[in-house]
């Protein structure tokens, strides 16, 4: 079977950003302006919370990504790739995996409340870091791990891609993170907050919200171009080459 894959990651990029712009909006309707009263459905379209549809679609956002990274892994190794290519590639592959769990658990964010309960207001070097720190904890535990990961996510997949529009599309998508996480640390500074709040003469609800909603929907638009370039990957490096010969090898029976 021969897929076209330059159609067929148009296609979905364009129906994940259908699906991300419709659920920025029910969260709009439905959880801000309250368009329907139960608490309990507002929540499950409230783009801020963890345990709401937003969320599970970033999370299985994540989870396809890694899934793509696995293919490609499975492919190169078939294939008796490099050492260091296979090392990549599981690499990326388990990186993407535990960004999806740790999407869907609030793991990063958990972590961070436990060090700040742990270690703020002690009189050791992790308190003072904790306490000097502007905006959430978990930028100064998990923050430089995010930061490591990327930089290698990003120098090793450069050099897998095919074609400049790919490597493009993928730093792209590595920009959306970047920005989606400069706001959520901007927006953990109250002194920030209040400042636009103050300048917009609106609610520091609607400020929180709404700039949430927008980091969400930025993190969402990155992780899509991420998984349209892995899946335009696979397409080139002839993926099916893997099911065919895995195929090709069952044994035969007489």
Not at 12 to 24: D, P, R, S
Not at 225 to 251: N, T, Y
């Amino acid at each position: 079977m021969t897929v076209d894959t330059a159609a067929m990651t148009r296609r979905l990029f364009w129906g994940l950003l259908a699906a991300e712009v419709l659920l920025v909006l029910l969260d709009a309707v439905i959880t801000y302006g309250q368009l329907v009263e139960d608490r309990y459905i507002r929540r499950l379209f409230n783009i801020t919370r963890e345990d709401s549809i937003p969320n599970w679609f970033s999370s299985m956002q994540f989870l396809l990504i890694s899934l793509a990274a696995w293919w490609a892994f499975f492919v190169h190794r078939c294939r008796f790739s490099p050492r260091w290519q296979l090392l990549g590639w599981w690499l990326v592959a388990a990186g993407f995996l535990f960004l999806s769990l740790d999407d869907g658990s609030r793991l990063h964010e958990r972590v961070g409340a436990w060090v700040a309960e742990s270690y703020s207001q002690t009189d050791t070097v992790a308190g003072s870091l904790v306490d000097a720190n502007p905006s959430y904890t978990w930028h100064l535990v998990m923050g430089p791990f995010f930061a490591l990961g990327g930089l290698f996510v990003l120098g090793f997949v450069m050099t897998q891609l095919n074609s400049v529009r790919q490597r493009l599309l993928f730093v792209a998508g590595v920009g959306c993170f970047i920005v989606s996480q400069g706001m959520d640390f901007l927006e953990g500074i109250d002194a920030v907050v209040e400042q636009v709040r103050a300048a917009l003469d609106v609610d520091t609800y609607d400020v929180t919200h709404f700039a949430k909603s927008a980091e969400e929907f930025i993190e969402m638009l990155g992780q899509s171009l991420i998984l349209v370039v892995f899946v335009r990957h696979l397409g080139c490096i002839g993926a099916e080459m893997f099911l065919r010969q895995s195929a090709d090898e069952r044994p035969v029976t007489p």
